[in-house]
């Protein structure tokens, strides 16, 4: 627990700091920590330095991290060993500056980018996304669009690496939310803290919502989830029977979802009512354009798949710059490598990543449609389904699960009958005893197959 009054003096203390350790302005600060409150007196430092904070996970082993570092060329590593980055100054987890160091006010200065957070390290390609942005804005802008207020308390469930628990939460605190923030994201912690703290805003993601939702479906009485007057969800698709069970659960006026990249070029946004019209939609452009193109750049007719494209809304400024990577344009528009279609009203829908396409027998397989029905089995608790070689259809299905006792692969693809074209369903099912995606529903499925193939491999 800390009080605004101590989150102000650490964090002036802090950047002093930082700056005896010659962190000057306009530099990266890279920051390998965990959520706590240590997280946001870095980021407050960092700000009130001039410097762009710049967040990993705090797991990353030393050679992934020193990628990223040798990219933002880091003035400092927080979190992290000296030995693991001999060339960087380094500050271990716990750190704490002098005591005898100021902690009132610093000079006023305004870092060039508010945030600079890493994608592409599960390619082994790494890319920094530096904020078109200064850390200056409107935090009651912001808060209008999520429909923040600022009596909320809002539960911080997702890792502050990830860019939505990121930037919610700053904006949340800026606006003057009381947040309730998780070490790790826990189904069972979560329920309870929302009960606990009366907490009336909270951003998840699916994988979140399927683990929190099993344990309301177990204990129907024991979690109090009244408190909740917005619920945001973003970062993957949401299976439409996850997102109809909340929203029976909490009432369509209280669900709302977003669609956008890190680079913040455009965003739908879709509310309960809208969804129930026009189910499995992401909704309609809030922010810039989209569109869908077909592999020759053209527009692709209304309900066919094709890649979605983005653009900022014409004359205003670059809301992003990539160190480490060139974007996908074309004519303008910018691709994330999401595929999607648009029905006849506007509305968009997202089919898959491009990268994660598996194409057996020559059709066309989204794993995150195969990946919903398998979670849609009660005794599922996640799945990640990939494409591995075969001589004959070029590629199968594959289902790796983590489900709870009882579950058996003949049930599950008794189950998956009934919900998928024959095509569809997985050619094998191959159980795993630990969570398949990390705290904020991201999977290294290229890393999964690759070990799924390995597996295989052995036991012939």
Request: charged share 25%; hydrophobic share 40%.
């Amino acid at each position: 627990m800390i009080t605004r009054g101590e989150l102000e003096a650490r964090s002036n203390r802090l950047a002093r700091a930082f700056g005896n350790l010659g962190v000057g302005y306009g530099d990266f600060v890279t920051i390998g920590l965990p959520n706590s409150i240590d997280f946001y007196v870095t980021v407050l430092a960092c700000w009130k330095l001039g410097v762009v904070p710049q967040p990993v996970s705090p797991w990353l082993p030393a050679t992934e991290r020193q990628a990223i570092v040798d990219l933002a060329n880091s003035a400092l590593v927080v979190g992290a060993d000296p030995i693991d980055h001999p060339d960087r100054t380094c500050i271990a987890v716990g750190f704490q500056p002098d005591p005898a160091l100021d902690d009132g006010p610093l000079p006023e200065v305004v870092s060039p980018a508010w945030k600079a957070p890493t994608s592409g390290g599960s390619t082994g390609r790494p890319k920094l996304i530096v904020a078109g942005a200064a850390a200056e804005g409107a935090p009651e802008l912001a808060g209008a669009v999520a429909r923040m207020r600022p009596d909320d308390s809002q539960l911080v469930a997702g890792p502050l690496y990830h860019n939505a628990p990121l930037t919610v939460s700053l904006t949340g605190l800026l606006l003057g939310q009381h947040l309730v923030v998780l070490p790790r994201f826990d189904a069972k912690r979560a329920l309870e803290a929302i009960a606990e703290h009366r907490v009336g805003w909270v951003q998840l993601v699916p994988t979140m919502m399927l683990r929190m939702l099993r344990l309301i479906e177990e204990s129907p009485h024991t979690y109090d989830v009244s408190s909740l007057r917005v619920l945001w969800h973003t970062a993957s698709p949401c299976p439409p029977w996850l997102k109809e069970a909340w929203i029976n659960l909490l009432g369509a006026d209280k669900i709302f979802e977003m669609y956008s990249g890190t680079e913040s070029q455009a965003a739908t946004i879709i509310t309960g009512p809208e969804w129930l019209e026009h189910r499995g939609s992401v909704g309609k452009p809030a922010l810039g354009e989209m569109a869908v193109f077909d592999a020759d750049g053209n527009r692709a007719p209304t309900g066919e798949i094709g890649e979605i494209y983005l653009r900022r809304p014409s004359g205003t400024p670059a809301t992003y710059r990539y160190i480490g990577a060139e974007a996908k344009e074309r004519d303008g528009w910018e691709s994330l490598g999401d595929l999607g279609w648009v029905d006849a009203d506007g509305y968009l829908y997202i089919s898959d990543r491009r990268t994660d396409l598996i194409v057996a027998g020559g059709a066309n397989i989204y794993p995150a449609e195969v990946e919903a029905a398998i979670d849609a089995h009660p005794l599922v608790l996640s799945s990640v389904v990939v494409g591995l070689p075969d001589e004959d259809l070029g590629q199968r299905v594959h289902a790796l699960v983590q489900g709870k006792p009882g579950l058996t692969g003949d049930d599950l693809l008794a189950h998956l009958d009934e919900r998928l074209v024959r095509y569809k369903v997985p050619r094998s099912v191959e159980f795993i005893d630990k969570p398949l995606r990390d705290d904020n529903g991201k999977v290294r499925r290229s890393a999964m197959r690759d070990a799924a193939i390995e597996r295989m491999s052995h036991d012939r």
